[in-house]
């Protein structure tokens, strides 16, 4: 195993992705501030490569830590941009099982990232598979305070050209700065929420 680097983890690479959208697919401009979408994610050595254990505690442990890292780094990318919604995904190298992706997952990894980006009564909506180096991950994103808020039911793809390697887990949390542009099927509006139970 890897010497750690980050706590009880070894992480080989962070990435950034962002994309910022100004136009709907047909051309129309932006409805407002174009939409920025934030990918942060780490290449981290799975443990439990290789063998099965039924606890996973070598992961669930140190994630309240590295949700900190997290959401330090979606603050920095984010710059003076509010966070809208959010979402989490992992994948898995093929050494690993989906449950070791899971773990790095859980609540008290995400509990530091709601804080940084202003709070989040929703809960997190999240995916994830087992792939090799290259693959792509379909990351869900929804409103980080109320999941029935429609306009920002929304995706963002990630991709990363050089994991997992069988023994990582790519760790996958995506960010929006707003709904989808155009977004025109009715419901609740982001700005009817305050004050409302943000898991219905």
């Known amino acids: 195993m890897p010497d750690p680097n980050f706590g009880g983890y070894h992480i080989r690479k962070w990435f950034t992705q962002v994309e910022e959208t100004l136009a709907n697919e047909t051309g129309v401009p932006a409805d407002g501030e174009p939409v920025r979408k934030i990918v942060i994610a780490a290449a981290i050595h799975n443990p439990y490569a290789g063998r099965f254990s039924e606890n996973l505690d070598l992961i669930v442990a140190e994630s309240p830590r590295l949700g900190e890292e997290f959401g330090r780094r979606?603050?920095?990318?984010?710059?003076?941009?509010?966070?809208?919604?959010?979402?989490?995904?992992?994948?898995?190298?093929?050494?690993?099982?989906?449950?070791?992706?899971?773990?790095?997952?859980?609540?008290?990894?995400?509990?530091?990232?709601?804080?940084?980006?202003?709070?989040?009564?929703?809960?997190?909506?999240?995916t994830g598979k087992r792939g090799g180096p290259g693959a792509s991950v379909d990351v869900p994103l929804a409103h980080k305070d109320a999941l029935y808020v429609r306009s920002h039911y929304d995706t963002v793809t990630a991709s990363f050209t050089d994991t997992p390697n069988p023994d990582e887990v790519v760790v996958i949390f995506a960010f929006a700065t707003r709904g989808r542009l155009h977004a025109r099927l009715g419901g609740v509006r982001a700005g009817e929420i305050q004050g409302q139970d943000g898991l219905h």
Request: proline share 4%.
């Open 74 to 126: 979606i603050v920095e990318a984010a710059g003076d941009r509010a966070i809208e919604s959010y979402g989490k995904a992992c994948l898995v190298g093929t050494a690993g099982e989906y449950e070791h992706g899971n773990a790095f997952l859980t609540a008290v990894f995400a509990d530091p990232i709601r804080e940084a980006v202003g709070g989040g009564r929703a809960w997190v909506p999240s």
